[in-house]
């Protein structure tokens, strides 16, 4: 898994004209999945995702868990991460995960947000979106689960 995590102070994505998640303040999670990645990669990136901590206490340092701040996550699907540009000048997105083997691995992921008690908004999975946000910081952290120890 691959997630551009965007800490922001409001975001919203709309499909269609139609708004179909939104949060105040939190992060926003740009979701891209391998055709190699497992449940172990959801969990291990939610649980990471949850315990960052990226916002800042009253000393002004980044000493604050989402859930300290009484953020939200906006989770956009993104396959689009996994493009490889190395040869030529059009993407390749074969190490993608499969359409069904992504939707399925995104929704798990956005439900173990959730259980590490996290509000979690969505745009539609495989939907050409419109996606808004107003970056605070900016803050943009990548994260891997393929190169990263799991703890």
């Given amino acids: 898994m691959k997630i551009v995590l965007q800490r922001s102070k409001e ?3 709309t499909v ?3 708004v179909t998640g939104s949060i105040a303040s939190g992060y926003v999670l740009l ?3 391998t055709h190699m990645d497992t449940q172990e990669d ?3 990136t ?5 315990g960052l901590r990226l916002f800042e206490d009253a000393e002004g340092k980044m000493n604050r868990s989402i859930q300290e701040a009484g953020g939200e996550v906006l989770s956009i699907s993104q396959f689009t991460l996994y493009g490889d540009v190395r040869k030529g000048r059009r993407p390749s997105f074969t190490e993608a ?3 069904e083997q992504a939707e399925q691995l995104y929704e798990a992921f956005n439900d173990e947000l959730r ?3 996290l509000t979690v908004e969505t745009g539609v999975f495989g939907a050409m979106m ?3 946000l107003v970056n605070d910081g900016p803050v943009t952290i990548i994260v891997e689960s393929r190169q990263t120890e799991k703890d």
Avoid at 46 to 50: D, H, L, S, T, V
């Fill in 11 to 13: 975001a919203a994505v």
């Fill in 16 to 18: 269609d004209g139609e």
């Fill in 31 to 33: 979701v891209g999945l």
């Fill in 42 to 44: 959801v969990k291990y």
């Fill in 46 to 50: 939610a649980k990471k995702i949850a």
């Fill in 97 to 99: 995960a499969r359409p």
């Fill in 115 to 117: 259980k590490h008690g």
């Fill in 130 to 132: 419109d996606v808004s």
